[in-house]
């Protein structure tokens, strides 16, 4: 009977904490397909930024950060249910920015393989 009151405790912790962050209640996809100014092709990037915050959410709920990742999916709703809004929030057109914002994202190499010579 113990063994029984604890197994249905640890189920009651495990599916707790697996529910702490729905994702999934964003529903982003849907709200993109329901959205024709989200389907406009100049507005990619905003749905590219849409989509890589619900993955953020999603890393957040993945590290047990379950408040962070609520909260941003709480963000992300916002701006799915206004693309009008987001869209003018969203209006930086800065190419230079652009170009930095993709360069820090290409993967560096170490350091030590950096400055180490090639054999030939």
Do not use: H, W
Request: hydrophobic share 40%; net charge negative; charged share 30%.
């Amino acid at each position: 009977m113990r063994n029984l009151l604890t197994a249905l405790a640890l189920l009651t912790v495990c599916t707790g904490a697996a529910s702490a962050c729905d994702v999934k209640a964003a529903k982003l996809e849907e709200a993109i397909a329901a959205k024709s100014q989200l389907r406009e092709a100049a507005n990619k990037q905003t749905v590219r930024d849409l989509r890589t915050l619900r993955d953020a959410a999603i890393v957040l709920e993945t590290y047990q950060f379950g408040s962070e990742c609520e909260r941003l999916v709480e963000i992300v709703k916002t701006l799915a249910a206004n693309p009008a809004k987001t869209i003018e929030r969203g209006g930086d057109t800065d190419e230079d920015k652009a170009e930095e914002v993709l360069e820090t994202r290409e993967p560096k190499a170490p350091p030590a393989e950096a400055a180490a010579p090639k054999a030939n």
